[in-house]
């Protein structure tokens, strides 16, 4: 059986890749996880249960994957790097702030291959909501590797980058256990052709193998996800619980559906990536306010420092508007309310309330979102976000002077 090793046993790990190549079957697979918790109760269980649902019938399935092997990345390093380097596919679904501990598996991986004479072809899957995933691994690894080690990953592992855009989530369930997932039953993965497997080779049937992978995850990251967290950012701040509910609301999907289409024109601008018509924001509003898939608000806004940072769902966009003339008016300020995120269990949502309250705003925008006020673009953005911070900070006030229902006014 083929092998593959999947770094991270999260959401995606689990519902995306692990799904996806079990449901194929012929493969023999490992999740590999460095949260210990999380490895022990998959070796103690020994299978999850995943339910896909369509979002416009509400026609469900439920798989269970079972038959894995897990490995804990630091207290199994050994065995791990060695399935690393045993492994026809490595699929990576880890969150931006550990892509540098996985390329560091990925070096050692070379090294191991290197050592045990290995020759066979290999490809490492690249997944996560990050624009240049690929070129950020390449760049990595020429840091980590010598020459002659970059030679081998050159010739025998490709890096691939992979656009798993399943929306899971943990099960609502209250019964179902700790490791069961749900979320929309999309049967593919679109996955980069730039494999190095012999011609014939038999791929999963599940890839969609194409040249445009990074181009998609561009307009998936700053387009479908920006309209996704605006809905999530907007939602949190007038408390509703899940996204179904913003996505009911006039006044969220109004904002958002202008914050995407800022988004849509600078692709368009950059890219040449068609500007669509109302129709396609409509579906993705209907698909998010579907009654058969609740995605929780906290989760939709968890990590809000990440979600605001230069490069991903908000400003990634927004300074690209503002390299072709677009003022992002509508996309940062659907972005000053992930700065009003819920604190309560969420460690980045309680660094920016910290943030805000020790320094000047400006001076905590800088700090939050990592923007380089010298850089004339970078210092507009930063601008408008402090006004909108300071708009939604004066409606606060305002909301909680307003005099309640049937209370006399003088």
Excluded at 4 to 30: H, K, N, Q
Excluded at 131 to 152: I, M, N, Q, T, W
Excluded at 326 to 353: C, H, N, T, W
């Amino acid at each position: 059986m083929k092998k593959v090793t999947i770094i991270g046993a999260g959401r995606t790990g689990r519902g995306t890749f692990g799904e996806l190549f079990f449901s194929e079957g012929g493969f023999d697979i490992a999740f590999a996880d460095i949260n210990a918790d999380l490895v022990r109760t998959l070796r103690e269980q020994g299978y999850f249960v995943t339910k896909q649902t369509n979002l416009d019938t509400g026609t469900f399935k439920q798989i269970r994957v079972d038959g894995f092997e897990v490995f804990d990345v630091q207290a199994d390093r050994e065995a791990y790097l060695r399935r690393l380097a045993d492994s026809e596919f490595v699929a990576v679904a880890v969150f931006p702030d550990s892509f540098d501990a996985v390329a560091q598996d990925l070096a050692d991986m070379i090294r191991l291959r290197i050592e045990g004479g290995m020759t066979h072809k290999a490809a490492v899957i690249i997944g996560g909501n990050f624009v240049g995933l690929r070129s950020y691994f390449e760049g990595a690894l020429e840091k980590l590797l010598d020459a002659d080690e970059l030679a081998v990953l050159n010739d025998q592992v490709a890096l691939i980058t992979s656009k798993a855009n399943r929306k899971v989530t943990f099960s609502s369930d209250p019964d179902a256990g700790p490791l069961a997932l749900e979320g929309d039953d999309k049967p593919i993965l679109p996955v980069e052709d730039r494999f190095f497997f012999e011609e014939g080779y038999e791929y999963p049937s599940f890839f969609q193998r194409s040249n445009d992978v990074e181009l998609s995850m561009a307009e998936k990251i700053w387009s479908e996800n920006l309209l996704h967290c605006s809905l999530g950012f907007m939602g949190a701040y007038k408390g509703c619980e899940y996204l179904n509910d913003a996505a009911s609301d006039e006044l969220c999907t109004d904002l958002a559906g202008r914050a995407w289409r800022e988004g849509r024109r600078a692709l368009e601008a950059e890219f040449g990536i068609p500007m669509p018509d109302d129709s396609l924001l409509e579906t993705m509003l209907g698909k998010f306010s579907s009654p058969y898939f609740r995605d929780r608000i906290d989760r939709v806004v968890r990590q809000p420092i990440r979600k605001l940072s230069r490069g991903d769902r908000f400003l990634g966009p927004a300074l690209l508007c503002l390299k072709h003339g677009i003022m992002p008016f509508f996309i940062l300020r659907a972005a000053a309310y992930g700065f009003f995120v819920p604190s309560v269990g969420d460690e980045q949502a309680a660094k920016i309330e910290e943030t805000l309250a020790s320094m000047p705003l400006e001076d905590a925008v800088i700090k939050i979102t990592a923007l380089d006020s010298s850089a004339p673009d970078e210092a507009i953005a930063c601008r408008l976000l402090v006004g909108f911070i300071q708009e939604i900070r004066c409606l606060k006030k305002a909301e909680k002077l307003r005099p309640a229902d049937g209370e006399e006014t003088r």
